[in-house]
């Protein structure tokens, strides 16, 4: 079965600590995956796709990274202000919809 | 900058009535998504739109049906709303050149249905 599984669910850290989130995918052809950052109430915001076994791409001090079968995004030094749900969802075979992951909760404590 | 719209970010209903989500993307994409999502069980996609009066179901199409007469515009109707269609609706357009996958997202509606 086509899946994308996030872990963990939820994350707590200290202002500082810094961590990863992981998104593993079990799927034929993978096109892409994709990360958002979703706020309380509001639509997930687009931070980054993957397209490729090692590719990486970093953004402030979110960095994702991409393997043949999960994606991780390490946070650097977390702020309380990247307290938020983190999506992944991945493309894949001929379809133009997208799985979703069940999302990570983050909150960092100052 | 890719923008996506929703006419409300709250509304409230009565069961039974006839309710109108509308989207609208300023970006020329093709591909336009309705979602709902709900505590513990994600986004779920419910009808996406792939070209101009064209429509496919998601995941969750029931209850649901949507329009799609303009390239901008997708809209969600509940033709007879009721208390189980209480969500946070979004909408996402895609399509680009350069990444014709990556979805981008609208601020979302709340809809209450009493």
């Known amino acids: 079965e086509d899946q994308v599984t996030q872990s963990p669910e939820a994350l707590r850290l200290q202002e500082g600590e810094s961590s990863s989130l992981n998104c593993s995918y079990t799927?034929?052809?993978?096109?892409?995956l994709f990360w958002y950052r979703q706020d309380p109430g509001k639509g997930p915001e687009f931070l980054f796709t993957l397209y490729s076994a090692g590719e990486e791409k970093e953004k402030e001090r979110l960095k994702a990274t991409l393997t043949k079968k999960e994606s991780f995004l390490h946070i650097t030094a977390p702020k309380p202000e990247d307290s938020a749900t983190y999506l992944c969802a991945v493309a894949f075979g001929g379809y133009n919809k997208l799985i979703f992951g069940a999302g990570t909760r983050l909150a960092v404590h100052p | 900058d890719v923008k996506v719209t929703q006419s409300s970010r709250y509304l409230v209903k009565r069961t039974g009535e006839k309710v109108f989500l509308e989207c609208v993307q300023d970006?020329?994409?093709?591909?336009m998504f309705w979602y709902r999502q709900d505590p513990g069980l994600g986004l779920r996609l419910i009808y996406f739109?792939?070209?101009?009066?064209?429509?496919e179901k998601g995941d969750i199409p029931e209850g649901y049906s949507v329009s799609r007469e303009k390239k901008e515009r997708f809209s969600l109707i509940l033709e007879s709303a009721s208390t189980n269609q209480t969500s946070m609706y979004l909408c996402?357009?895609?399509?680009?050149?350069?990444?014709?996958?990556?979805?981008?997202f609208g601020p979302g509606t709340r809809l209450t249905v009493l």
């Open positions: 970006m020329d994409h093709e591909n």
């Open positions: 799927v034929s052809g993978l096109r892409g």
């Open positions: 739109s792939y070209d101009v009066k064209m429509k």
């Open positions: 996402a357009s895609s399509g680009d050149g350069t990444s014709t996958d990556t979805q981008y």
